[in-house]
């Protein structure tokens, strides 16, 4: 018997690649959803260690709010262009344009609560069965509690107390006509374990995820890039800071903490020694306690 | 750096949330705004000190209730390892949640309450134990605190554990005398109990054997998915993907696919733009076979000199997690890796009373109800008894009306 080096990391990849490979086998139209973040290029990567020589049996989703970081944008584009594979747009701007959802207003307006509407409506117009993301559980308490393959109503509901038991690593992806299941390889990695195999493997991320001067205002006590998209007014003072993202989001909702850290290696040590979880910078997290629990019950990834 | 996965059986008055918020907090694991959440919290020790149990808490609606109502995951790591907890309520659903927890873990922690010893619950939660087949076994005396950090309580309660163990012949068991709340043997070796002289848990956690290298011959991977780009540059390209759940294929082995029986070798292993001359349990691959044989998702590539057991007529452990009973009159689908397939259970053969362990004759299978079955399915499955591999000897049983996993399936003989 021959011996083998088989880390957490090859453990963790390899899991992701079997559910991968998986939603391949259950579903007839499954997609990938692809924010632009670190953990959706992870899963790209680990798409193509699952299919590869062969196409990936989905297209790319992306949800845009029209309030993005141009660097993702940028980034998006050039890595389909790499990969060859199909990229399908969903636009929050065209579900506001067709009267579908009303642009929030205020000091705190983002549009991050509209992209579940359009979400939705692109799950239903490509009769997608199956969405791919890259949530983990320990990010949030709720993520703690779903299950791999996730299974939604027609109406993009997740029932906690619905959810059906997972076991070894069998997962059930029959549904109804209507539903869908949201499923998630990278479930059991937690933040770091993602910056390690980001290392391990050399992938390149969007330059917002390290430091750069940006111009910043303190909104509710986070870093937030100024921009259009923040409805600013005369309170607000623009700062210019050294800084860089942890998670990317909507523009308007993504709070950038101060760093330094201009490597892949610097970032490990920061989150390392980290006093703030990543979701920790999310303003649409700290309405209220069960935040996250109320948006993934009305559809919410 | 390796993982373990492991999982806690115990009910909430046994400490069970406060022990997984000590190993958590004690390993730095709780990030500064998470802490903010819990300090600020109005939930409080009798002392004053944080309740470390409000960490594993999960919904709303499970606070507003009091209680957990589903398998909850936590991770944490030290520098010698990764490790991932299934979390498993205490409640009225929980031999259903306590087998998912398990499923997938190579060790229990089982929590003794120092003040009551082995208990009803005790008993029951070693057999779920023992029929999930979990390795590693560690009861935790918790509460040492409450009973002035006794040695003779703590005897006591573990010679009688150690007649239960012998019973369920559960071979890896390790005895650790703790106090969550305090911090006594968790994560710390305690200063108040001299007369342990084992380690603390987490030093226990850290290096027992994870068991993560399956040494065993069944070379084993199902199919799950045939990648053929058909593109003029790889015309007659033909790879079967899958993990590879047990066992070790290496280049030129002599291979059987299942169910046709067709013979080949292994031609190649890929693994992205590497080409290893081995693929070893729990590595999920690409393999080209030399000939052009018939394959698609739902068959099993195996070790040509280590078949495993085919049979439409499996005898299997139940365990039903399910509100709507067992319907022995209609067809259920039976999922083994990648294949489904229909089936019936044609047989109750006993049902287990899990408080007592008493087997006893029944016509019905209810919500956590545990028994033996025999179970017919359309066509024939290649698997391994479940104490053999735990990989390819188990199931789940999806009724097809609702969609809904309803059953655990534990092989344990293939009917002649």
Not at chain 1, 200 to 229: K, V
Request: charged share 25%; proline share 2%; net charge negative.
């Amino acid at each position: 018997m021959s011996t083998y080096n088989f880390d957490y990391l090859d453990e963790l990849e390899a899991e992701a690649i079997h559910i991968l490979r998986e939603v391949a086998g259950q579903f007839e139209k499954p997609a990938l959803l692809f924010s632009g973040g670190k953990d959706s290029i992870t899963l790209v990567r680990l798409a193509e260690k699952a299919f590869r020589p062969g196409k990936f049996p989905f297209p790319l989703v992306h949800i845009d709010t029209g309030h993005n970081f141009q660097e993702t944008i940028d980034y998006r584009d050039k890595m389909i262009e790499r990969i060859g594979e199909k990229l399908i747009i969903g636009s929050v701007q065209e579900s506001i344009d067709q009267g579908k959802v009303v642009e929030q207003t205020g000091r705190n307006a983002s549009r991050n609560a509209l992209q579940t509407v359009t979400l939705l409506d692109t799950i239903a117009k490509y009769e997608f069965d199956a969405c791919i993301g890259g949530a983990r559980r320990d990010e949030e308490k709720a993520r703690a509690k779903e299950r791999i393959f996730s299974v939604r109503d027609e109406f993009g509901q997740w029932d906690p107390k619905r959810q059906r038991p997972e076991l070894w690593n069998i997962y059930n992806g029959k549904i109804h006509k209507g539903e869908n299941v949201r499923v998630f390889p990278i479930s059991n990695w937690t933040e770091l374990d993602v910056w390690n195999y980001i290392r391990r493997e050399n992938i390149e991320l969007p330059s917002i995820y390290f430091s750069h001067q940006r111009d910043c205002i303190t909104r509710n006590g986070q870093l937030m890039a100024a921009s259009p998209f923040l409805n600013m007014d005369n309170e607000d003072v623009v700062v210019n800071k050294q800084v860089r993202f942890r998670t990317v989001g909507d523009m308007s909702c993504t709070a950038a903490v101060e760093s330094e850290a201009i490597l892949i290696d610097d970032i490990i040590s920061e989150i390392s020694a980290s006093k703030i979880s990543e979701r920790g910078a999310r303003m649409d997290d700290k309405v209220s306690e069960a935040a996250m629990e109320d948006r993934k019950k009305g559809g919410y990834f | 750096m390796n993982i373990l996965k492991f999982f806690t059986a115990g009910s909430v008055d046994d400490g069970k949330s406060t022990l997984i918020g000590r190993l958590l907090y004690d390993t730095d694991s709780i990030l500064a705004d998470q802490l903010e959440a819990l300090q600020s919290s109005n939930r409080k020790n009798d002392d004053g000190t944080i309740d470390l149990a409000i960490l594993t808490d999960g919904l709303r609606a499970e606070r507003e209730q009091g209680i957990t109502i589903d398998v909850a995951y936590k991770y944490f790591q030290t520098e010698k390892r990764k490790f991932i907890i299934a979390d498993t309520p205490g409640h009225i659903q929980y031999t259903r949640n306590m087998v998912t927890g398990a499923s997938t873990a190579n060790l229990a922690i089982i929590l003794v309450d120092a003040r009551n010893g082995v208990v009803e619950q005790t008993i029951r939660h070693s057999y779920l134990v023992s029929l999930l087949g979990i390795k590693h076994v560690v009861v935790c005396i918790n509460k040492m605190d409450m009973v002035d950090y006794s040695e003779s309580v703590y005897t006591t309660i573990i010679d009688k554990y150690k007649i239960l163990a012998q019973q369920l012949k559960l071979k890896d068991v390790t005895y650790i005398p703790v106090s969550a709340l305090k911090g006594d043997n968790v994560v710390q070796a305690s200063e108040q109990m001299d007369w342990y002289t084992g380690e603390s848990l987490l030093h226990f956690l850290e290096k027992v054997d994870t068991d993560n290298l399956d040494k065993s011959q069944l070379a084993r991977m199902p199919v799950q998915w045939v990648i053929r780009p058909q593109t003029e540059a790889l015309h007659d390209y033909r790879g079967y993907a899958g993990r590879v759940l047990s066992g070790t294929f290496k280049l030129n082995d002599k291979v059987t696919v299942l169910p046709s029986g067709a013979s080949s070798t292994v031609e190649k292993i890929e693994f992205f733009e590497q080409s290893p001359d081995a693929a070893h349990a729990g590595q999920s691959v690409i393999i080209h076979l030399k000939d052009d044989v018939d394959i698609s998702r739902g068959d099993t590539i195996v070790n040509a000199s280590a078949l495993p057991q085919e049979s439409k007529l499996i005898e299997a452990d139940l365990c039903w997690m399910d509100g709507r009973a067992l319907d022995t009159s209609i067809m259920y689908l039976i999922q083994h890796n990648s294949k489904t397939t229909k089936c019936k259970i044609s047989e109750i053969l006993h049902k287990v009373d899990i408080n007592t362990l008493e087997k006893h004759q029944a016509d019905e299978f209810k919500l956590n109800d545990i028994g033996r079955v025999i179970i017919k399915t359309a066509d024939a499955l290649a698997f391994d008894l479940y104490d053999d591999n735990r990989a390819n000897g188990s199931a789940i049983l999806i009724d097809s009306r609702t969609n809904l996993t309803v059953g655990a399936l534990m092989f344990r003989a293939a009917v002649e």
